[in-house]
């Protein structure tokens, strides 16, 4: 922070620095400090109108999903990173997938750019870390590439079904009932992907979402976690964040 509040300075950039005083459980530190990063974000975002919230994913943190994604089995919309998506109200983009860390690296060190390293980006408490040190970052450039035109592949096949989905109201509830399962379970996934960015849905948070949707109930709130809400207003359907809730 010091280290780029000096470089924002020097240069006559605006910073906005958040500092953190939410409450944290024990549960899934990694997801509540992501909601607290793009909470703030969109604050800014909102307060100066801006288009697009930039963030600087690169290669190896796209690889590094990607095998996480594989290794949870998780239901997806697109494998990896997508280079554009929307996420808590916002335009996200990601400019930097093309290139690698040490790519990166490089650069920085070419043109004497300076740079701070996240200390706990070098343990191996998490499962993307262990995945980083003992995988990713022993890979050859070749088994990168690999993994790259692997992962564009599979979302070529993905890209069939979601663009089926995607010319559907799937906020209606008859049109939603009317998918098989495997097209229910991703038209949910997009849903709220629209709304949050990226979440993990299960196959049995799907069903149970069927089952609300069977229902006679015509308002129907139940909370995913504690940071989403998915709703049933008679006969349409859609996810919102608790704080949305609070200021209607």
Do not use: W
């Not at 459980?25 to 100066?48: A, G, M």
């Not at 239901?75 to 860390?101: A, D, N, Q, W």
């Not at 939603?176 to 990226?198: P, W």
């Amino acid at each position: 922070e010091q280290e780029l509040t000096k470089i924002c300075v020097e240069n006559n950039i605006k910073i906005f620095v958040h500092k953190v005083d939410e409450f944290f459980n024990d549960k899934n530190l990694e997801e509540q400090c992501r909601i607290i990063r793009y909470t703030f974000f969109k604050s800014i975002y909102d307060l100066h109108s801006f288009d697009a919230l930039l963030v600087a994913h690169q290669q190896d943190d796209l690889i590094e999903t990607f095998l996480l994604q594989k290794q949870r089995k998780s239901l997806v919309s697109h494998f990896g990173l997508k280079e554009v998506r929307s996420s808590f109200g916002m335009t996200v983009i990601r400019p930097l997938l093309h290139l690698s860390k040490n790519d990166i690296y490089a650069y920085l060190s070419q043109n004497k750019v300076p740079f701070s390293v996240d200390q706990t980006n070098l343990e191996n408490v998490f499962s993307r870390n262990k995945i980083r040190h003992e995988i990713v970052e022993k890979m050859s450039a070749n088994e990168r590439a690999v993994i790259i035109k692997n992962i564009e592949v599979l979302n070529e096949k993905i890209s069939k079904s979601v663009s089926k989905i995607q010319n559907l109201d799937i906020q209606n509830v008859k049109i939603l009932l009317e998918l098989d399962d495997d097209e229910f379970l991703l038209a949910i996934h997009l849903l709220l992907e629209k709304t949050y960015g990226y979440y993990p849905i299960s196959k049995k948070l799907a069903n149970s979402i069927k089952k609300i949707l069977i229902s006679d109930k015509p308002n129907v709130v139940l909370p995913i976690n504690s940071h989403i809400l998915f709703v049933k207003e008679y006969d349409n359907i859609y996810f919102e964040l608790p704080d949305e809730r609070d200021t209607k």
